[in-house]
């Protein structure tokens, strides 16, 4: 109900959607940034399911698949995802997107990398308008009337393309990036026009091994413990998100621990958990709300699967990017 309310506003204002916001960062790392297209030389699949806000009716959930890899004709990684996000009750507004992007890899130093990419998405935004729900249309006795006052738009399914572009540095145990979205700003308005604004994402980790012996693995067949902690800013719409993480990788497992908040509010901590196998990884999260909607949203649940297939054989040997899986 509320979910559905705020979606009138959103309609009846012009605007369409709200980008998606996962929270495993890493395990879904071509949305973040379309620079990591490549980043692990290997062919790299990435499974993502985000159910957002489950103790209301009208919950948000986002699915996303994407395959990327590191071509040497190419001298550089290509990346390809699709991604289908509902929002509303029963899914009012729904958005589809498949993206095409290519990173290109040049050598800084002898231990320092760069990628830098482009993206080109197709985008289709549709509005069952007969599944909203209006303030005027709630009578004390009989409850929904069907009756609204509401002029529906002219128009009630968009497409667009959309464009993207991304940096990222990294070494043996750093790793920084930048990217925009939308970089065009692309109408997906219902009611004229009403432009996207540009997203920025910035990302900065690193890698702590807390062995000695590297090469070491315990009698538990464990490797070697490695903490990662990480920084996430994006920008999108006036609004500012700090992402704090920190992360345990002691292989098979990892564990990771987040915290997100705005400019003056708390949003949630985030709590996940993996195992990494051979090579196959999967992964849960939890969002923990700590903000005024903290008592009525359930959270958020997000899982991810991942598989890194064997190499093709390479003329040149490629230095793979190490960040966290999750």
Not at 173 to 184: I, K, M, N, P, V
Request: proline share 4%; aromatic share 14%.
């Amino acid at each position: 109900m509320l979910v559905a309310i705020a979606l009138t506003v959103l309609v009846a204002s012009g605007a369409s959607a709200q980008d998606v916001v996962f929270s495993q960062f890493y395990a879904n790392p071509l949305y973040m940034n379309p620079a990591f297209a490549g980043s692990k030389v290997c062919p790299r699949i990435s499974l993502s399911y985000r159910n957002q806000w489950p103790a209301l009716v009208s919950s948000f959930s986002t699915i996303s698949l994407s395959y990327d890899q590191y071509i040497n004709g190419l001298h550089g990684g290509i990346g390809f995802q699709v991604l289908a996000d509902r929002q509303g009750d029963h899914g009012a507004l729904t958005t589809s997107e498949a993206s095409l992007m290519y990173a290109f890899r040049f050598q800084i130093t002898r231990e320092v990398f760069i990628n830098a990419a482009l993206q080109a998405a197709i985008v289709n935004t549709n509005l069952d308008w007969d599944g909203l729900r209006f303030p005027d249309m709630i009578d004390r006795v009989y409850g929904f009337t069907g009756m609204t006052s509401a002029q529906m738009p002219d128009k009630t399914n968009v497409w667009f393309a959309d464009f993207a572009a991304g940096m990222l540095a990294y070494g043996d145990s750093w790793y920084a990036g930048f990217s925009a979205t939308h970089l065009t700003q692309p109408s997906n308005g219902f009611y004229g026009v009403a432009k996207l604004p540009v997203k920025y994402t910035a990302n900065l980790g690193g890698l702590i091994n807390l062995a000695e012996d590297r090469r070491r693995t315990s009698s538990l067949g464990l490797g070697t413990p490695v903490i990662s902690p990480n920084f996430v800013y994006q920008y999108w719409a006036g609004m500012h998100y700090f992402n704090y993480g920190i992360y345990l990788d002691w292989m098979p497992f990892l564990v990771g621990l987040w915290y997100r908040n705005g400019i003056e509010n708390a949003d949630a901590f985030i709590f996940m958990v993996g195992v990494q196998q051979d090579y196959f990884k999967v992964g849960y999260s939890y969002d923990v709300t700590i903000s005024k909607l903290a008592n009525n949203t359930g959270g958020a649940h997000e899982l991810s699967l991942g598989v890194l297939l064997p190499c093709p054989e390479q003329k040149h040997k490629m230095k793979a990017i190490r960040c966290p899986s999750f």
